[in-house]
Antibody, heavy 118, light 112 residues
Framework: QVQLVQSGAEVKKPGASVKVSCKASGYTFTSYGISWVRQAPGQGLEWMGWISAYNGNTNYAQKLQGRVTMTTDTSTSTAYMELRSLRSDDTAVYYC???????????WGQGTLVTVSS | QSALTQPASVSGSPGQSITISCTGTSSDVGSYNLVSWYQQHPGKAPKLMIYEVSKRPSGVSNRFSGSKSGNTASLTISGLQAEDEADYYCCSYAGSSTFEVVFGGGTKLTVL
């Protein structure tokens, strides 16, 4: 069965960077994109961006341009999301999801809590 | 891009039907048939319920249906069941000059 397994929780100081991984299994990794969505505590969902696992093309949310980088490693079927210059309002659960289309996120990881605190 | 507008909460009794609205603009919901809906139970990852306005993924109950009129999309749940109690989020493509995806603020469904 399809699984997306994310890395564990992180605690970071303001200004630091975090890199979250998402290891996929149960499907051909390069046949789908991976989208990243985050959810601040008690808040709604926020789309962060998308990466093609086929050729590495990316699309990032405008508000995160310049601070976020999404990559993939096809040899291990793993996607990565790095967020830099962390602020307290980046505290959130970060999800990866297999993207069947622009807004079709069919399978999700379990989420990774990133806490930004001094 | 601004978030799509959803009611904060809706409620219904078991067996009843409810509808959750999702209002956007002519730049997102109104321009593309790329609206999807997600169900999220507390502490869990979201689950895709509807995509491309009205299509249901395999395994999702036919009690869930979607529609769109102008700049507003809707999710209807018929024959409400206790397990339907969750948060629901709409999502739309919003790109014109740039690729952008926007979510609604979420609606808490309470089954009375």
């Amino acid at each position: 069965q399809v699984q997306l397994v994310q890395s564990g929780a992180e605690v970071k100081k303001p200004g630091a960077s975090v890199k979250v991984s998402c290891k996929a299994s149960g499907y051909t990794f390069t046949s789908y994109g991976i989208s990243w969505v985050r959810q601040a505590p008690g808040q709604g969902l926020e789309w962060m961006g998308w990466i093609s696992a086929y050729n590495g093309n990316t699309n990032y949310a405008q508000k995160l341009q310049g601070r976020v980088t999404m990559t993939t490693d096809t040899s291990t079927s793993t996607a990565y999301m790095e967020l830099r210059s962390l602020r307290s309002d980046d505290t959130a659960v970060y999800y990866c999801a297999r993207a069947f289309g622009d807004t079709i996120f069919g399978d999700w990881g379990q989420g990774t809590l990133v806490t930004v605190s001094s | 891009q601004s978030a799509l507008t959803q009611p904060a909460s809706v409620s219904g009794s078991p067996g009843q039907s409810i509808t959750i609205s999702c209002t956007g603009t002519s730049s997102d919901v109104g321009s593309y048939n790329l609206v999807s809906w997600y169900q999220q139970h507390p502490g869990k990852a979201p689950k895709l319920m509807i995509y491309e306005v009205s299509k249901r993924p395999s395994g999702v109950s036919n009690r869930f249906s979607g529609s769109k009129s102008g700049n507003t999309a809707s999710l209807t749940i018929s024959g409400l069941q206790a397990e339907d109690e969750a948060d629901y989020y709409c999502c739309s493509y919003a790109g014109s000059s740039t690729f952008e995806v926007v979510f609604g603020g979420g609606t808490k469904l309470t089954v009375l």
